[in-house]
């Protein structure tokens, strides 16, 4: 590597100084790069960050390894008679690890330092308003950003310091299945995990202060929960984690809610509680930067209190997803290279939890888009009522598009099958402010489930429909016919 040979360089002044080689940051690289703007790139550990090694990629080749074994289980409904499967876990192990492996190549030291690229593997840190240091070198760069992402936080559990627990930095590590996994938080993260784990063989316990996927639309939460609780995983919600301990073969997590307290055992325990912005040892305070309670302060425009200085991705304590942390880094090329304000606009960022079923939303809720506009429409279409959805029996879903006037869509949530990907059509029509009258004319292959969305907006086009005593009785049938 370039930095080690060349040891006399101390002082380098590059146009661009990133700090952290994950979704975000490697984005920002890639783009000055390809402009031809010099740019440093700091990462302290390994390329790729949270998404390639311990988020999205092995948490998805999981999530897969899970799918295939409860497709067997299910085959029977099909006719295919398979059984129960057998997990061999040092094998999902491999899985998972080769597909994190295949990947990495685009986002290794070669590939960017064949971009133009100069890495350096240390750990950053300001010296002062204009300098970072790292490896030896001082760095005085025109624009800094700050992309060093998120960790897991410890809840403040008494006893629960102490305890062997796994975050998701160890838990793609593990080649032996755990007999019992407790995980405390049900959001996105601990729920797609505790399916996963369900699924491959284990018995599953979820604990949340809260509802699971609070930040969620209720009614399409439920819909999840009510299956993840079918197949067999304990879920407490609004139930308070009190203290934690090491029992003879596993831990003890004391819980207590409206029902009383109780005890719950397993052998080993999952952090998914929620995660806060890397800012430990960047001494940001001599570089007059301000930090919140989930990251780096930032303006619309990703701005730090400092001028010279962005942050971008899961540390400026926004939505934490790999698509956000890729837009971030296009907003701050923008400004950084064209010298164009380029605000964030969240309404255009869809968001995925991978359970089964999915739930995919964008735009704005019902509450929110009701508080904004006042009146609002609000189309629904069930999956059962698609014939690509009973084909493959996943019937259970439904889409909920939020309309406002002149037919302009203004949020959108799936849950069912696919949800993710079905989402990427809405996303598109949020994000060029189109309405219903353009989802009219889209004609989608039959049968396929993004028909569900299309049934949708033609119930609202079909004039005897929006009459308000048709529409009674429509809504009478589906629940007496
Ligand atoms: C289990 C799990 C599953 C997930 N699944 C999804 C998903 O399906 N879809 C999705 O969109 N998102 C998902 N996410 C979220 C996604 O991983 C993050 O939003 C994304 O990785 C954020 O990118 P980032 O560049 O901001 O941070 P990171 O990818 O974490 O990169 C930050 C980098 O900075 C480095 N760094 C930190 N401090 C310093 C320093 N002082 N000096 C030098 N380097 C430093 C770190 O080593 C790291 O490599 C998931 C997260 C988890 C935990």
Excluded at 115 to 122: F, H
Excluded at 192 to 198: D, L, P, S
Aim: charged fraction near 25%.
């Amino acid at each position: 590597m370039a930095e080690e040979t060349e040891t006399t360089i101390k002082n380098l002044s590059p146009d661009i100084c990133v700090i952290g080689g994950g979704s975000a940051g490697l984005s920002v690289a890639a783009g000055a790069a390809a402009f031809g703007a010099p740019v440093v790139l700091i990462e302290r550990d390994r390329m790729g960050g949270d998404c390639l090694n311990h988020g999205c990629v092995p948490s998805k080749a999981l999530i897969a390894a899970a799918r295939h074994a409860h497709a067997v289980r299910e085959a029977a409904a099909f006719g295919v008679i398979a059984g129960e499967p057998v997990i061999d876990f040092e094998k999902v192990h491999a899985h998972v690890q080769s597909v994190i492996a295949a990947i990495a190549p685009n986002d290794s030291v070669e590939r960017f330092t064949a971009m133009g690229v100069r890495i350096i593997k240390a750990e950053a840190r300001f010296l002062d308003a204009d300098t970072v240091e790292a490896g030896g070198f001082s760095i005085r760069a025109r624009r800094f950003v700050i992309a060093t992402g998120s960790s897991t936080i410890l809840p403040p559990i008494p006893g629960l310091a102490e305890l062997d627990y796994l975050t998701n930095e160890s838990l793609f590590d593990l080649k032996r299945l755990p007999e019992h996994l407790l995980i405390i938080g049900a959001g996105p993260v601990g729920l797609e995990m505790a399916q996963a784990h369900r699924r491959l063989g284990a018995k599953v316990t979820v604990i949340d202060v809260r509802e699971a996927l609070s930040g969620e639309d209720t009614e399409l939460a439920r819909i999840v929960t009510d299956r993840l609780r079918g197949e067999g995983i304990t879920l407490f919600e609004n139930t308070h984690v009190l203290a934690a301990g090491q029992t003879a073969h596993g831990v003890w997590l004391q819980c207590e809610n409206g029902r009383g307290a109780h005890m719950v055992e397993g052998s080993t325990v999952l952090l998914a509680a929620g995660r806060r912005g890397n800012t430990a040892g960047l001494d940001l305070a001599v570089a007059g930067i301000r930090e919140t309670a989930r990251g780096i302060a930032v303006d619309r425009r990703l701005r730090t209190d400092n001028r010279r200085v962005y942050a971008i991705g899961d540390v400026a304590g926004g939505p934490q997803f790999t698509h956000m942390a890729g837009y971030h880094a296009s907003r701050v090329l923008r400004e950084i290279l064209f010298r164009l304000p380029a605000r964030e606009n969240r309404d255009i960022i869809p968001r995925a939890i991978f359970t089964d079923p999915e739930i995919a939303s964008v735009g704005l809720c019902e509450d929110e888009a009701r508080r904004r506009f006042g009146h609002v429409d609000v189309l629904r279409w069930p999956y059962s009522e698609n014939d690509r959805a009973q084909a493959e029996r996943a019937t259970t879903g439904l889409i909920k598009i939020i309309a406002g006037r002149g037919g302009r869509v203004l949020g959108v949530s799936i849950v069912g099958t696919g949800a993710a990907e079905m989402i990427n059509m809405w996303q598109m029509v949020i994000a060029n402010g189109q309405g219903l009258r353009h989802v009219r004319n889209v004609i989608a292959p039959y049968p396929t489930m993004t028909e569900i969305g299309k049934r949708a907006v033609i119930a609202y086009y079909t004039p005897m429909t929006r009459k308000p005593f048709v529409r009674a009785i429509i809504r009478f049938l589906r629940r007496f016919g």
